[in-house]
């Protein structure tokens, strides 16, 4: 089975996308493996209150039912309704103890001993004991931010970002217009060294075809071998590393990766909040409206991005005041920052903040449609102002079709993860880098050869004389040696050394090899005596 080959540029760029694919599900919760939760009983269990409280707090689901029993809510009952509530007709002292019991069932531990005590004690619960139990699971907020070394520098990239957003009137997409900008600037030192990598390795062609015209007709493991590690030292005499060119690509990654986390966590990185304090707002936002919350769906590794339209609404966190689960939940709620601080997501009515899908408007569905069409156009216009060596290969051009298919493909499967704003960048950022490298294509264009520059490649190859035989060496009939597979080369010269061929001079021999052909011909012919047209002269007799 032939295997598809692809250049080290298209390997890398690939690569790339996969890795950002594998962060982008890694940090959406896509990949997290659920643990077991040990509720065995501890020393320091000294009571139902105690045990309860802290079996709770490890197992968010029993903990959410739970409070909501306590504010007289019975989540597990048939039919129950988060939008439409109706308190427990068997509350006591405004405590369900039914829900609470029922939040408790998710926790029994294996043990026969365990088990019974556990049953013992969920039996017995009063409602004093669940608003005991209540209070004992609310924690206290950290409100100072500690950032560590990442967490710095992508508050610092957060902070920029916003700036650009305040001086583009407000609007976040614009803000990321202007970042995508002046990325592509900062990266322009390597897309220049990119395309001067492409050059030289271009002018190496017409050497490396006569390389491979050596070879041609020989498909056997050892002779591909031979023609690889032949190509590979005219490369390293030539200086030239193929995978030098791959630097931009693998700098995108990291600007990618922080990126997605700015966009999907202003609260945290534009606005600067300690981690605690926006873990405690989305908290509040998606816990059930019977504990509390403000009942909100949001998706796991999603960020705050989709929270920001219910942030703005005015009252919005008044709830978080009195909410069970913190202790200080009033302190969180001024602390929060203006609405004019939070950033403004939406773009020509379209609420950018949220994912592309068929529950989310369907006009976000043409983000995803514009991602795969800019990036398919981009790759076949990169491709055709850069140099694509042996693209003669129909292995290489198989490898190229399905390259332009996954890609963009991968792209579009991102895009329907990630919020909208991360979409419109991609988009907007293929569109930035495929103008920069059409401007250094024209600034540093490519290299053209004609047909004797690459004959001229041949003759230089075989230009030397060849060393004499050794005496015993094997011969045809005819006097030729006998060529092996094994010794294919060894009648061949070596290539000549970096810079011998001179393909101006060649050219410039050519001419005037052709001029004195062309002189000596037509002197030929002014010599040749001037031969009598019978038939002419038989014509004019008759005329007279």
């Known amino acids: 089975m032939r295997t598809m080959k692809a250049t080290p540029k298209a390997l890398v760029r690939l690569l790339v996308l996969l890795m950002a694919v594998m962060t982008v599900l890694s940090l959406a919760g896509c990949m997290k493996q659920s643990t077991k939760i040990d509720t065995s009983f501890k020393e320091s269990d000294t009571d139902a209150v105690v045990y309860f409280a802290r079996v709770l707090a490890m197992d968010a689901a029993a903990k959410e039912k739970f409070v909501a029993a306590s504010r007289g809510y019975n989540m597990s009952a048939e039919g129950f309704d988060d939008d439409n509530l109706q308190l427990d007709a068997e509350a006591i002292e405004g405590v369900s103890l039914a829900g609470a019991k029922a939040a408790l069932e998710a926790l029994k531990p294996e043990g026969t001993a365990d088990k019974e005590k556990f049953v013992g004690w969920q039996s017995a619960l009063t409602a004093a004991q669940v608003k005991e139990i209540v209070q004992k699971l609310a ?107 791959c630097l931009p690509l693998l700098i995108q990654l990291p600007i990618v990766m922080a990126l997605y986390q700015i966009v999907i966590n202003p609260l945290r990185y534009v606005i600067g909040m300690s981690a605690e304090f926006v873990t405690a707002i989305t ?25 920001l339209s219910s942030l703005r609404s005015e009252g919005a966190l008044e709830g978080l005041k009195s909410f069970a689960y913190f202790t200080n939940g009033a302190d969180v709620v001024a602390k929060m920052p203006a609405e004019s601080a939070l950033p403004d997501f939406n773009l020509f009515g379209l609420d950018t903040s949220l994912i592309p899908g068929f529950r989310a ?35 290489m051009g198989c ?7 996954m890609m963009p493909a991968m792209s579009v499967y991102i895009t329907f993860i990630v919020p909208a704003a991360v979409g419109i ?6 569109i930035i880098s495929t103008l920069k490298q059409f401007i ?27 060393e004499k035989r050794p005496a015993g060496e094997r011969t045809t009939p005819s006097g030729k040696p006998v060529r092996s597979l094994h010794h294919i080369d060894d009648e061949d010269e070596p290539l000549p050394p970096p810079g011998q061929v001179d393909f101006e001079k060649l050219r410039r021999e050519a001419a005037e090899r052709k001029a004195a052909e062309e002189a000596a011909a037509a002197a030929e012919e002014a010599k040749k005596p001037e031969v009598p047209n019978l038939k002419e002269d038989r014509k004019n007799d008759e005329n007279k």
């Open 139 to 245: 924690t206290s907020v950290e409100l100072e931010a500690k950032n560590g070394p990442i967490d710095t520098i992508l508050i610092w990239i957060g902070k920029f970002v916003d700036i650009l957003t305040r001086v583009t009137g407000g609007k976040y997409v614009f803000g990321l217009f202007i970042f995508a900008i002046i990325v592509e600037i900062l990266m322009l030192p390597f897309g220049i060294k990119q395309q001067k990598t492409s050059i030289k390795q271009a002018k190496m062609r017409p050497k490396e075809m006569a390389i491979r015209k050596k070879y041609a007709g020989r498909n056997d493991q050892q002779t591909q071998q031979k023609m690889t590690q032949e190509i590979q030292k005219m490369y390293q005499e030539e200086g030239f590393n193929p995978m030098g060119g």
């Open 361 to 395: 408007p369907w006009v976000l569905l043409v983000v995803p449609v514009l991602t795969f069409v800019v990036y398919f156009f981009s790759m076949k216009l990169t491709r055709k102002f850069s140099y694509q060596p042996q693209v003669d290969d129909p292995q």
């Open 425 to 430: 960048y991609w988009i907007f950022k293929s």
């Open 399 to 405: 490898s190229n079709k399905v390259m332009d298919l």
């Open 440 to 466: 250094l294509h024209k600034a540093m264009p490519m290299p053209t050869f004609t047909e004797e520059d690459y004959k001229a490649a041949e003759r230089a190859l075989k230009g030397k004389k060849p």
């Open 283 to 307: 908290t509040y936002c998606t816990t059930a409206k019977a504990a509390g919350g403000l009942g909100m769906a949001l998706g796991s590794g999603r960020g705050t991005i989709e929270l």
